[in-house]
């Protein structure tokens, strides 16, 4: 049962981690409690739903071009309204929570309010460990989620816009005297997010469905490990996600299931309290 | 100014004459006189209840059109046809529902209503404005009689049919110890739970774990691992489709394929290719047990077995219980108003209902209560059945005939190798 509850915990804290590291992104660069990537995600998994299952792509080809989508639809999000809030912080979260509308809906235009099944190939398959047992999209999940951060850190660590963009997020105004782009790390933070939102999509879509406001209720976890991670720290986000995960699994087992997403906003009700500021918050340095 | 002379005239007005006999019908049709009665209905189009309210929604069209197609109804000497409006409740009767009970009952004057989920929703507003009510879905326990005297169920209630599966799991599959897994902050769960745990007192069957996951959950891992901790031989799932499907493809995804799953969603095959996926429906479906109405393709009756082809040729999706009761619904309505010999006052339409027979031409196949009403005390009842999945033709079949009587049950048929022979 221990193994069982670890493995499950490692599981959510997986997709904890990669949705939270998307939203601490942006909130690094241009302190933007992004809402509207639930939205983004959902655009994404219809994307690969729709290359799929009405173009007949292969399901990789198709979350190739959800991915792509995903990328697309941030990048929108930030030139058609985030950029003009920029300054206005009191407005952002505003604006965020009407593009997570705007984006919702669309989706349940375009495609209608019906959950549907995105199933990539292995969407049956059964890995067991010992005597615990992971489902292959559990796997699947783990894996992107640890591909997507290794891939981000070697990004922000070791290219020249990577660093661009830590400089960015460390102080804007200290980083465009020194002739950086600020529109262009923005607009690159933003694709990388999408990106990411993206690979939610494909990982998280498959153990569920895919319908309207299928993110809505996990992004909320997903900002209480931006926070416990200090809000725009990419590393801390990462490392609390993971945690939340495992802390919501045991709960879950040893206290009871039906509190389940409690113990996530309990911690997050002590964090405030004991350490407003994070567990891995370091002021200088963020993004990282 | 061009004068047209009167000859062009004369040639233009014969030729308008002429056009109009000719598009005109030879004799005028009955329904060219009668009068429309709108009947208003609050579905859930869209939500987490959207795989209910367009096939109910779809299946009321076609009762409105076969009574229309024959010239629709005559009460006190005039003839009408019947209207629907649909008001899509958003899954969300309390906010969305409840303006659109406004709109249908103080503004539209509609004489009658016709709702399906979150019945509660609108006690106040029956109090206000009280019309007859009819329900097509929310067989919640308690009863959701129980919230007004203007309502009737046109269905059978949660005791009709949940303790008849906990029933073959015990006497059919020789299953003794049930997890329960269902659905915390919905009522149709809850309402299952309860009469789970009546019926597995009742027959010695043991129910070893309850997992109740909250609202909008997503990943059952948790859940799924706290319910088989306990080693059951069988998992019953509560709620409606859209909750029971994902949680029966994480079921399998987890490697759980041995135990029988049943639940009371009215899954039709076409749902669950859509919620779980292709191909991987079919092995997740092999083990599932679903306990609901009797269904429109395993019915006997021609009429009911016309209504399953022509609603699949429409519509191309398997019509579930639910449609039945649906399809028949404008038929009670005629029924009610021609007995009240109104189509406005819904006292007399109302007092009518509490005493009418059960209509001609309706597919449901409703058991009668004394003297013939189709209402027993509000709630029209129905045989209920179990289906299980056939593998080889990807569809379901019956595998299990009955009706409650109490804890009772009675009337019982098993079908021994149900996919055979379908």
Redesign the interface.
Known sequence: ?LI??AV?GV??GS?FALLAVGLTLTYGVMEVPNFAQAGVITLSAYAMLWLNQTAACPFWIAALGGLVVGGVVSVLTERIAYRFVRTRPLAAPVVALGLLLILDNTA?ILF????????PPY??D?I?VGSA?V????VALIGTTAVALLALWLFLQRTKTGRAIRAVSQNAEAAAILGIRLERQYIVSFFISGILAGLVAFA?G????VYPY?A???LLNAFVVVVLGGLGNVAGAAVCGLLLGLL??FG??YVS?????LFGFAVLLLMIVLRPAGLFTNRSRRVA | MRRVSNDRLTILAGTALAAALLLAPSTPSRADDAKTVTVGAILPITGFLSTLGPPERDAMQMGIEDINKVGGFEVGGQRYTLKLKVLDDESNPATVGVTAYRQLVDVDKVPVLVIAAGTRNYQALFRRSPLPVLNILDSTYPSILDVDKHVFLLRSDTPAYVPGAVWYLKNVLKKERIAFIGAGADPYSAGIETWVKKAAEEYGVKIVSVVNYPLNTTNFAPFIQAAMAEKPDAIYLGGVTQEVLPVAKQLFQSGIRDLPVVHNSGVTPTQAKQIIGDPLYNDVMANNYDFAGTLPETSDNPATKKFYKDFVTRFNQYPSDLTMWAYDTPFVLVVAMQKAGTVTDRDKIYQAMLGMPVPANTISGWIPADGGKLFHDRDAQTMSEGIGWCSDKKTIAPVFLYFMDGLKVTREKVVADACKDH
Do not use: C, F, K, R
């Open positions: 049962m069982q509850a499950n599981v959510l997709l349940l209608g309010g019906d959950h549907v099944s995105l199933s969407a049956g059964v067991y047992t489902p292959a999209v559990g998280y498959p153990m569920y469905a299928m809505d209720a996990i919501e699994s879950a087992i299931a039906a509190y389940q997403n």
